[in-house]
Antibody
Framework: QVQLQQSGPGLVKPSETLSLTCTVS????????WSWIRQSAGKGLEWIGR???????KYNPSLRGRVTVSLDTSKNQFSLRLTSVTAADSAVYYC??????????????WGQGSLVTVSS | DIVVTQSPDSLAVSLGERATITCKSS????????????IAWYQQKPGQPPKLLIY???TRGPGVPDRFSGSGSGTDFTLTIASLQAEDVALYYC?????????FGQGTNVEIK
């Protein structure tokens, strides 16, 4: 059974870069697609973006080019990088995997969530 | 972006009774290549990530009890809990995944009456 373990700092200063990593066990990172989703009280669940096998990506335009999702196949990990953060980026961040190897399926397996607060 | 709207925002149902949540998308979520509706339903309990209940509008996810069912097509969808159990108290979300960015409804809080 696939497991996703998230890691990264819980506090980030305004204007700096938020970086989170999701380590995958029980599956190869080279299959499936891998997503990041965040949840805040004000905006509910917000899909951030995803990376697919081979490294192709798709992002939420609302994040205006601040986001990068990438794969590290050597470590069986994928990562989120969000630059120029503000208080509005404070949220619980989740990594997730698609249900199957195709893109036309929803996220089915989720990490435990990482609370990230943007504050000086 | 496709806007997804759920109703009601909150729902109180007696144990053993039926709970029904609706989800409406601002445009069709039918994917013409495979003729499937790209709507999913999730359940979220406090302190936990969302759990996939239903995908392709009516297919139950892995390990999901058969009291959960989904229906609908095009832009209008329904999640039904046939006989509400105490462990079903949670927030429920629908999601469209036919187009990026994937978008979620605002959530429906289900509680026991």
């Amino acid at each position: 059974q696939v497991q996703l373990q998230q890691s990264g700092p819980g506090l980030v200063k305004p204007s700096e870069t938020l970086s989170l990593t999701c380590t995958v066990s029980g599956d190869s990172i080279s299959s499936y697609y891998w997503s990041w989703i965040r949840q805040s009280a004000g905006k509910g669940l917000e899909w951030i973006g995803r990376v697919y096998t081979g490294g192709s990506t798709k992002y939420n335009p609302s994040l205006r080019g601040r986001v990068t999702v990438s794969l590290d196949t050597s470590k069986n990990q994928f990562s989120l990088r969000l630059t120029s953060v503000t208080a509005a980026d404070s949220a619980v961040y989740y990594c997730a995997r698609g249900l199957g190897t195709a893109l036309g399926v929803p996220e089915a397996y989720w990490g435990q969530g990482s609370l990230v607060t943007v504050s000086s | 972006d496709i806007v997804v709207t759920q109703s009601p925002d909150s729902l109180a149902v007696s144990l053993g009774e039926r709970a029904t949540i609706t989800c409406k998308s601002s445009q069709s979520v039918l994917y013409s290549v495979d003729n499937k509706d790209y709507i999913a339903w999730y359940q979220q309990k406090p302190g936990q990530p969302p759990k996939l209940l239903i995908y392709w509008a009516s297919t139950r996810g892995p390990g999901v009890p058969d009291r959960f069912s989904g229906s609908g097509s095009g832009t209008d969808f329904t999640l039904t809990i046939a006989s509400l159990q105490a462990e079903d108290v949670a927030l429920y979300y629908c999601q469209q995944y036919v187009a990026a960015p994937r978008t979620f409804g605002q959530g429906t809080n289900v509680e026991i009456k």
